[in-house]
């Protein structure tokens, strides 16, 4: 069993940041991809960000270029997510998952095969 245990979250100022953590457990993740998501009340899960366990190569959605930047620590199995110039809107429940797609980039909630219990991240104007 993967165990992925987001933290970070909370209450921000606009303009602020925050740095999100992803702790993984369970086994190897050599052939897993990481993905963030965010998911607001009455939207859809929304990817973020995504990193190869293997190599680092990352990837943004254009909510996230230029603001957000996802990174990871092989040594303490941790994948991060640090979030700059935070807005109002980015307000939502951020989900760490990974997934066996490493061919391309998984951007689909479905493509993910464990996920975080998610962090709460809320931006106040």
């Known amino acids: 069993q993967v165990q992925l245990v987001e933290s970070g979250g909370g209450l921000v100022q606009a303009g602020g940041s925050l740095r999100l953590s992803c702790a993984a457990s369970?086994?190897?993740?050599?052939?897993?991809?990481m993905g963030w998501f965010r998911q607001a009340p009455g939207k859809e899960r929304e990817w973020l960000a995504g990193?190869?366990?293997?190599?680092?190569?990352?990837a943004y959605a254009d909510s996230a270029k230029g603001r957000f930047t996802i990174s990871r620590d092989n040594a303490k199995n941790t994948v991060s997510l640090q979030m700059n110039s935070l807005k109002p809107e980015d307000t939502a429940v951020y989900y760490c998952?990974?997934?066996?797609?490493?061919?391309?980039?998984?951007?689909?909630?479905?493509?993910?095969?464990?996920w975080g219990q998610g962090t709460q991240v809320t931006v106040s104007s």
């Open positions: 998952a990974a997934t066996s797609i490493i061919y391309a980039w998984a951007r689909r909630r479905d493509d993910y095969n464990y």
């Open positions: 369970g086994r190897t993740f050599s052939n897993y991809a």
């Open positions: 990193i190869r366990w293997g190599d680092s190569s990352t």
